[in-house]
């Protein structure tokens, strides 16, 4: 495996007019790869990651409604947005098919389970209906708003909020099963990913700009990262088709940093012109890695991940 730092990116997406905070990659029915990403202009907008050209785009009523969260699964796109709207659009048509609203603001949405997931400025947890978002059931636990989500597999999920700590929920019955602590302050993204031993890993970045890495199972604390000098914004995992494992790191120090797992070395820098808000792995159509983050800047970036690439 050959990673390269500092390239130039793959792709550019240009088109939202405010902060882009949220990225995400899924494959629709076809096999075709895509980007979707939401910002503070109040617009979700879906890409083709290997050009950098929107398919899609929808805007919220209000132009200064923030769009803070974004995921797709199935054929569908969820959002949570700044007036407690949660949203499901249809990745094919871009048609949306169904709102939801009179909650606090929806700061984090996850699929899995079977279920949607949000995350709320009120510190609940609600699962919701995938068909409907009628909510099933409310968590509480946290002291601080929601700001992230990531199941692992179909029986947990992981929260991260602004009371500063990581909250592990078992989804069948609702109960909290752990809660992780050891953040000063705002926990920004939770991600989860299991190796190929059955090991489950949760990774946790914060606004007192460093990343964890955890043991689900036993709690316990793996790794920290404190490479970065600003607010660790998000976190996210892969397994490339060669079995490494990468962890990827995104903060206002204006960097996307991608580690290897096993030996928590630093393998790539992707330097921004700006803060970087959103972060997520994926892979071109011929299976190429590539990752994506959402800046500052009011663009999305697409990154290889392969030296090759840039021969």
């Known amino acids: 495996m050959s ?47 290997a050009t950098g050209s929107c398919l899609w785009a929808a805007e ?9 969260s974004v995921a797709m699964d199935g054929g ?12 499901v659009w249809d990745l094919a048509t871009g048609d949306q098919l169904y709102a939801t609203s009179g909650e606090p603001p929806v700061l984090s949405v996850a699929w899995g389970a079977g279920l949607l997931a949000t995350g709320g400025a009120d510190c609940h947890v609600r699962f919701k ?39 592990v929920w078992d989804v069948p019955g609702g109960e909290c099963r752990r809660e992780l602590t050891g953040h000063r302050f705002t926990v920004q993204s939770v991600a989860c990913h299991t190796l190929p031993d059955g090991t489950v890993l949760l990774a946790s ?12 199972s036993t709690g316990e604390l793996l790794h920290t990262i404190t490479r970065h000098t600003g607010w660790l914004r998000t976190v996210a995992f892969t397994t490339l088709p060669d079995g490494t494992t990468l962890l990827a790191t995104t903060s206002d120090d204006h960097t996307a ?55």
């Open 60 to 68: 919220f009523p209000s132009p200064a409604l923030s769009v803070f």
């Open 3 to 49: 990673i390269v730092s500092n390239p130039a990116p793959l792709a550019v997406c240009s088109g939202h007019h405010e902060i882009v905070w949220a990225v995400a990659f899924h494959r629709a029915p076809d096999g075709r790869p895509l980007l979707a990403t939401t910002g503070w202009d109040g617009s979700v907008r879906l890409w083709d990651p």
């Open 129 to 167: 209906d995938r068909a409907t978002g009628a909510v099933l059931r409310e968590l509480t636990g946290h002291t601080g708003p929601v700001w992230s989500l990531a199941f692992a597999g179909d029986t947990l999920l992981a929260s991260g909020g602004a009371d500063a700590t990581v909250r």
């Open 257 to 311: 940093v991608v580690w290897r797992v096993d030996t928590m070395t630093e393998v790539a820098v992707f330097e921004h012109p700006s803060g970087v808000n959103g972060v997520a792995f994926g892979s071109l159509g011929d299976g190429r890695p590539i990752l994506a983050t959402g800046c500052t800047d009011r663009q999305a970036y697409v990154w290889s991940l392969w030296r090759r690439q840039y021969r």
């Open 205 to 216: 970045g914060s606004a007192d700009t460093t990343g964890r890495v955890w043991n689900v």
């Open 76 to 87: 569908l796109l969820a959002t949570g947005s700044a007036d407690g709207r949660t949203s």
